[in-house]
């Protein structure tokens, strides 16, 4: 068996520029592959957005998002620096806060049309968030701006994507909002 001159060469020069082919066709597809999972975590953020008043579960959003359950939380978490269930709350509560500001509807009421299916985990994740019950957070928003509310946070939402956060709206008062937008 004899071979010709450089054969090695030769075949290493094939073997090269057949990486180096797979290796262009892999880097040209790459920003396909990682604007995939955001397109899927946007379709749950937006289907959060929408549906908020139903129960929503992450196996939903997962397959809504055409990922296994717990690499959507992951990814989640990573684009937006909260759990699918905090984001959830998060919407709900924002939606309560308006309520609660807006009418004269009881507190059951409110958590139930804001998609909580039960009382006493709405008040403990609105104290939690707020820094108050539901029914002090109205009682001390209602008051004139001489006398701002003791331990109540302002209600707040922000969506935060990979780093950045894109806008932030504070309620002060049933009637003045301050928007921050950041680029």
Not at 73 to 96: D, E, H, M
Request: hydrophobic share 35%; charged share 20%; net charge positive.
């Amino acid at each position: 068996e004899r071979r010709p001159p450089a054969y090695e060469l030769r075949v290493r020069a094939q073997l090269l520029e057949m990486f180096a082919g797979l290796a262009g066709s892999a880097a040209q597809s790459a920003p396909q592959r990682e604007s995939a999972p955001a397109q899927g975590i946007k379709a749950a953020i937006e289907y959060i957005q929408g549906n908020y008043r139903q129960p929503i579960t992450v196996s939903q959003l997962a397959e809504l998002s055409h990922m296994s359950s717990g690499h959507f939380c992951r990814l989640f978490k990573k684009y937006t620096f909260k759990t699918p269930v905090q984001y959830i709350n998060g919407v709900r509560l924002s939606a309560a806060t308006d309520l609660l500001l807006e009418s004269d509807r009881k507190v059951l009421d409110v958590a139930f049309d804001t998609g909580f299916n039960s009382l006493s985990y709405f008040i403990g994740v609105f104290k939690q968030s707020m820094g108050c019950t539901p029914t002090e957070f109205r009682r001390r928003q209602g008051r004139p701006a001489k006398n701002p509310a003791k331990n109540c946070r302002p209600a707040a939402q922000s969506l935060a994507i990979r780093g950045k956060v894109w806008y932030t709206v504070i309620r002060i008062s049933p009637h003045q909002n301050v928007k921050e937008s950041y680029p």
